[in-house]
């Protein structure tokens, strides 16, 4: 329990950084420190599996290509701001967790509590087994869906075609 | 033991702080960095899920999240240097070439 | 329970200080072992009463010490924060990556087991494969903080080229957890114990031979070493990333490096060269094919599988400074045309390969 509000703390106070940071370069280390707090969340939630793959992709992988586009293109100044977009946005936010939060806080109710979890429950194995029995045809299909932006951003990466 | 709201209050407080930074940044990747963290707090309330009702299938529709936001942070980031390259710039604000 | 706390600390203590330990000594064997192939002498300061031997020990604790005392340089443009972050980036993966590598099989110490790994994670290699993926932010970080165009470029190549090695990597790897059927890295070690046709141990290297060829070639870009030096190529761009890195933290930089080293060499021993088995030792000592037994005390059996698994790790080290010191520096396009054209074909092509053997192997109607 101290262990989730430590990691649910740092990640709120991370993730409001990279929002309300100027530099682009701490907004994206920022956000790498919040996948890894939520990757770590998820091995508190028994997926290992995934919570590795999230360091891997997510931190190892994507927010390393954010940060090389970002060296490349070298924005350098701050970008400015405007009150009004800053209002209404934070209003957007606040009237979203009206919604959620009282709704979401009381729906423990609405499902049975913690399932037991089983000694194999978020392993490789038990991964692999859902997800080459009953989820075959999304896999092919985000293979497809991951050749065809692998194609995409070569075309439109290339200088004069 | 957590309870699996706290993990969803908290999954929603990310996404809302998401979509702020979508809607007052004015720096196109902070602003795809905010769809990430997004996509984000989404996946923990399907990892959250997934625990609850022992059911393996929140983890799969994560792996698929996480294909999907690699895919798009690639076809995303190279529509962004293309643009860059045109027009020196990052603000959305100034892309309205379309807009009459 | 303050027992099994006290194992695992002595553990994670045992380690660290051997990774640590050893990446200090590799700083020495480095200049020595260039000098060696470059026929000349090669920090002969560093002796004890005029016997150059001693100078290991002697480098050992010179070398922290003249680090620590240099001034600290932060570049007056350069971004504060950043550049304190970034040496400790680059080290922090490089030292916990060892975790998950077994340096023994079992110790029975009064009647309780300690299984002889720091950490036993059923992700084991992928979590190896995060930590490496999570050390390149030390190079970008540190480029972007310098504030200087070298390490900036120094910093480019250095994501790049570590993002395409670490895919085929992890896909040379591939073919040795298919046929050991597990991410484990203690399970993959004990596999390789059993021996195929009576004689030959199963070593990874046996079954796998062009998974060890591609694995090695992609570890050595990963430790950003010669010939895949791009980041810091001294006579292109100075010193790469590092450029404006000065005592206590270019020592981290440093020791990050040689910790990468070892824990490649380590990674490589495990999957490649059976990990701590020595040929026909098991639990109870020796078992000869055609020849005999010879029964061994627990004890010494597990010290002889630590011993064999530092020699392994050293030679690998070794391996590694003697390709530094040989090979000439690759250019730019080459390391980018080697990695997407020639390590990712082939690894894919491996695990083809070794899919269809695995199907044929497991329907053949007489097995071995």
Same mark, same amino acid.
């Given at each position: 329990?101290?262990?989730?509000?430590?990691?649910? $703390?740092?990640?709120?106070?991370?993730?409001?950084?990279?929002?309300?940071? +100027? *530099?682009?370069?701490?907004?994206?280390?920022?956000?790498?420190?919040?996948?890894?707090?939520?990757?770590?969340? @998820? %091995?508190?939630?028994?997926?290992?599996?995934?919570?590795?793959?999230?360091?891997?992709?997510?931190?190892?992988?994507?927010?390393?290509? @954010?940060? &090389?586009?970002?060296?490349?293109?070298?924005?350098?100044?701050?970008?400015? +701001?405007?009150?009004?977009?800053?209002?209404?946005?934070?209003?957007? #936010?606040?009237?979203?967790?009206?919604?959620?939060?009282?709704?979401?806080?009381?729906?423990?109710?609405?499902?049975?509590?913690?399932?037991?979890?089983?000694?194999?429950?978020?392993?490789?194995?038990?991964?692999?087994?859902? !997800?080459?029995?009953?989820?075959?045809?999304?896999?092919?299909?985000?293979?497809?869906?991951?050749?065809?932006?692998?194609?995409?951003?070569?075309?439109?990466?290339?200088?004069?075609? | 033991?957590?309870?699996?709201?706290?993990?969803?209050?908290?999954?929603?407080?990310? @996404?809302?702080?998401?979509?702020?930074?979508?809607?007052?940044?004015? *720096?196109?990747?902070?602003?795809?960095?905010?769809?990430?963290?997004?996509?984000?707090?989404?996946?923990?309330?399907?990892?959250? &899920?997934?625990?609850?009702?022992?059911?393996?299938?929140?983890?799969?529709?994560?792996? &698929?999240?996480?294909?999907?936001?690699?895919?798009?942070?690639?076809?995303?980031?190279?529509?962004?240097?293309?643009?860059?390259?045109?027009?020196?710039?990052?603000?959305?604000?100034?892309?309205?070439?379309?807009?009459? | 329970?303050?027992?099994?706390?006290?194992?695992?600390?002595?553990?994670?203590?045992?380690?660290?200080?051997?990774?640590?330990?050893?990446?200090?000594?590799?700083?020495?064997?480095?200049?020595?072992?260039?000098?060696?192939?470059?026929? +000349?002498?090669?920090? *002969?300061? #560093?002796?004890?009463?005029?016997?150059?031997?001693?100078?290991?020990?002697?480098?050992?604790?010179?070398?922290?010490?003249?680090?620590?005392?240099?001034?600290?340089?932060?570049?007056?443009?350069?971004?504060?924060?950043?550049? /304190?972050?970034?040496?400790? %980036?680059?080290?922090?993966?490089?030292?916990?990556?060892?975790?998950?590598?077994?340096?023994?099989?079992?110790?029975?110490?009064?009647?309780?087991?300690? *299984?002889?790994?720091?950490?036993?994670?059923?992700?084991?290699?992928?979590?190896?494969?995060?930590?490496?993926?999570?050390?390149?932010?030390?190079?970008?970080?540190?480029?972007?903080?310098?504030?200087?165009?070298?390490?900036?470029?120094? $910093?480019? +190549?250095?994501?790049?080229?570590?993002?395409? =090695?670490?895919?085929?990597?992890?896909?040379?790897?591939?073919?040795?957890?298919?046929? =050991?059927? /597990? !991410?484990?890295?203690?399970?993959?070690?004990?596999?390789?114990?059993?021996?195929?046709?009576?004689?030959?141990?199963?070593?990874?290297?046996? !079954?796998?031979?062009?998974?060890?060829?591609?694995?090695?070639? #992609?570890?050595?870009?990963?430790?950003?070493?010669?010939? &895949?030096?791009?980041?810091?190529?001294?006579?292109?761009?100075?010193?790469?990333?590092?450029?404006?890195?000065?005592?206590?933290?270019? !020592?981290?930089?440093?020791?990050?490096?040689?910790?990468?080293?070892? /824990?490649?060499?380590?990674?490589?021993? /495990?999957?490649?060269?059976? $990990?701590?088995?020595?040929?026909?030792?098991?639990?109870?000592?020796?078992?000869?094919?055609?020849?005999?037994?010879?029964?061994?005390?627990?004890?010494?059996?597990?010290?002889?599988?630590?011993?064999?698994?530092?020699?392994?790790?050293?030679?690998?080290?070794? %391996?590694?400074?003697?390709?530094?010191?040989?090979?000439?520096?690759?250019?730019?396009?080459?390391?980018?045309?080697?990695?997407?054209?020639?390590?990712?074909?082939?690894?894919? %092509?491996?695990?083809?390969?070794?899919?269809?053997?695995?199907? #044929?192997?497991?329907?053949?109607?007489?097995?071995?």
């Amino acid at each position: 329990m101290i262990l989730f509000l430590i990691l649910a $703390g740092l990640s709120i106070v991370f993730s409001l950084l990279v929002v309300f940071q +100027r *530099n682009v370069i701490y907004s994206a280390m920022a956000l790498v420190a919040t996948l890894f707090l939520i990757a770590v969340l @998820f %091995l508190t939630l028994e997926a290992a599996m995934v919570g590795i793959l999230q360091i891997l992709v997510y931190a190892g992988a994507i927010m390393v290509l @954010f940060l &090389f586009v970002i060296m490349l293109l070298n924005p350098g100044l701050l970008e400015g +701001r405007s009150i009004a977009w800053w209002i209404l946005g934070s209003l957007a #936010a606040v009237l979203l967790l009206f919604v959620l939060v009282p709704f979401l806080s009381d729906s423990g109710r609405l499902l049975p509590g913690q399932a037991p979890a089983g000694g194999s429950f978020g392993s490789p194995e038990s991964l692999a087994q859902s !997800l080459f029995t009953d989820f075959v045809l999304p896999f092919e299909i985000a293979s497809v869906l991951l050749l065809v932006a692998i194609v995409g951003a070569v075309v439109l990466a290339k200088r004069e075609v | 033991m957590v309870p699996l709201n706290y993990y969803l209050v908290l999954s929603a407080i990310i @996404f809302a702080i998401g979509v702020t930074g979508v809607i007052i940044r004015r *720096n196109i990747i902070v602003i795809l960095m905010s769809i990430e963290l997004m996509l984000n707090a989404v996946n923990l309330t399907f990892i959250a &899920f997934s625990r609850s009702l022992g059911s393996m299938d929140g983890q799969v529709i994560v792996f &698929f999240v996480m294909t999907v936001a690699a895919a798009e942070a690639v076809v995303g980031l190279a529509i962004i240097i293309s643009v860059f390259r045109h027009r020196q710039t990052l603000d959305p604000r100034e892309m309205q070439l379309l807009k009459w | 329970m303050i027992v099994d706390i006290g194992i695992i600390a002595a553990k994670a203590l045992m380690v660290l200080s051997m990774v640590l330990n050893l990446a200090g000594v590799l700083g020495w064997i480095e200049r020595k072992a260039s000098a060696l192939i470059q026929d +000349r002498i090669g920090a *002969n300061r #560093a002796s004890i009463f005029g016997f150059a031997g001693l100078g290991l020990v002697n480098t050992l604790i010179a070398d922290p010490i003249k680090f620590l005392t240099k001034e600290d340089f932060i570049p007056p443009k350069g971004d504060r924060l950043l550049h /304190t972050l970034a040496p400790c %980036l680059a080290l922090f993966p490089a030292l916990v990556a060892f975790a998950v590598i077994p340096f023994g099989d079992i110790l029975v110490l009064a009647d309780r087991t300690i *299984n002889l790994q720091v950490a036993n994670l059923n992700v084991g290699i992928l979590y190896i494969f995060s930590m490496a993926s999570l050390s390149v932010y030390g190079i970008v970080i540190g480029a972007w903080a310098s504030n200087n165009k070298f390490s900036l470029l120094g $910093g480019v +190549r250095g994501s790049a080229q570590m993002i395409s =090695y670490e895919i085929a990597m992890g896909l040379s790897v591939m073919g040795i957890l298919m046929i =050991y059927g /597990t !991410l484990e890295l203690q399970e993959i070690a004990r596999a390789q114990g059993n021996l195929l046709w009576g004689w030959l141990p199963a070593w990874g290297i046996f !079954l796998q031979p062009a998974a060890f060829l591609l694995f090695f070639t #992609a570890a050595v870009a990963e430790t950003k070493r010669i010939p &895949f030096d791009l980041p810091e190529a001294e006579s292109e761009i100075v010193a790469g990333y590092h450029v404006e890195y000065s005592g206590g933290k270019f !020592l981290m930089f440093f020791a990050g490096e040689f910790a990468e080293i070892v /824990t490649a060499a380590g990674l490589i021993t /495990t999957l490649f060269f059976g $990990g701590w088995q020595v040929p026909f030792l098991m639990r109870d000592g020796f078992h000869f094919p055609w020849v005999g037994t010879l029964f061994l005390p627990q004890l010494v059996v597990a010290l002889l599988q630590v011993g064999a698994f530092t020699l392994k790790v050293l030679f690998f080290c070794w %391996l590694q400074i003697l390709l530094r010191w040989s090979l000439p520096r690759f250019r730019y396009d080459q390391v980018m045309r080697l990695g997407w054209k020639m390590l990712l074909p082939l690894a894919l %092509l491996n695990v083809m390969v070794t899919a269809v053997l695995i199907v #044929a192997w497991q329907s053949a109607p007489l097995k071995p």
